[in-house]
Structures are given as C-alpha cells and as structure tokens.
C-alpha cells in the first residue's frame, strides 16, 4: 500500500518560514520523480515544485521562485518544501505527489492527503 504523509504546515505570519516534509512508503522512492503542489479555497490544485530522481534537477512555479526550495532524502524516503518569506497568498493546503515528470504538470501517480498552511498578514 502506497503512502504519502505530509507534515509541518501550520499558521504563521507574513515573512516566516516553515519547512513541509512528506514521507512516502510502499514504492520505490528513489525512481520517482516527486512534487509539491497547493490548493487555495476556492482554486484549482496549482504546481508548486518538482525533483528529479536524484535531487539534481528541480523546477519551480514563478510565484515560488526565489523563496520555497524542494529537496528529497532517498536514504529517508523523505521529501522536503522549505519556504521563506511567506506571503498571504501562500495559504493553501499543500499537497505532495509521486511519479510522472520533471514538469509542472500534475500526472502524479500518487498523492498526499495534505497539510495546511495558512499566512497571516
């Protein structure tokens, strides 16, 4: 049985930092390709960021660019957002995926059940 448990969302204000991490169990971690994506109340799911298999290829969506940085431990089946300098438009329940490819496109073969993260201004 596959799994991905996100953890570390929570409330903060404008400027902080939080650091997400999602653990996944039951497929072989260090084949797939692993992302980050967030839904807003009221908007579609959006691409946050993404890893390659080995953590040396990334990709971010503009508005994260410079701010949120994606990493993976294949030792600890482990993946990690860290964000700075959030903003109230940050707030969204943040998601973490397996699978598919080294683009902003949401194919994933797997899926979190979500954290939230939630900016005060």
């Known amino acids: 049985q596959v799994q991905l448990v996100e953890s570390g969302g929570g409330l903060v204000q404008a400027g902080a930092s939080l650091r997400l991490s999602c653990v996944a169990s039951?497929?072989?971690?260090?084949?797939?390709?692993l992302g980050w994506f967030r839904q807003a109340p009221g908007k579609e799911r959006e691409f946050v960021a993404v890893?390659?298999?080995?953590?040396?290829?990334?990709v971010y969506a503009d508005a994260v660019k410079g701010r949120f940085t994606i990493s993976r431990d294949n030792a600890q089946n482990t993946i990690y957002l860290q964000m700075n300098s959030l903003k109230p438009e940050d707030t969204a329940v943040y998601y973490c995926?397996?699978?598919?490819?080294?683009?902003?496109?949401?194919?994933?073969?797997?899926w979190g059940q979500g954290t939230q993260v939630t900016v005060s201004s």
């Open positions: 039951g497929i072989a971690f260090s084949r797939h390709v």
């Open positions: 995926a397996a699978g598919g490819l080294l683009s902003p496109s949401s194919r994933r073969d797997y």
């Open positions: 890893v390659g298999r080995t953590g040396g290829s990334t």
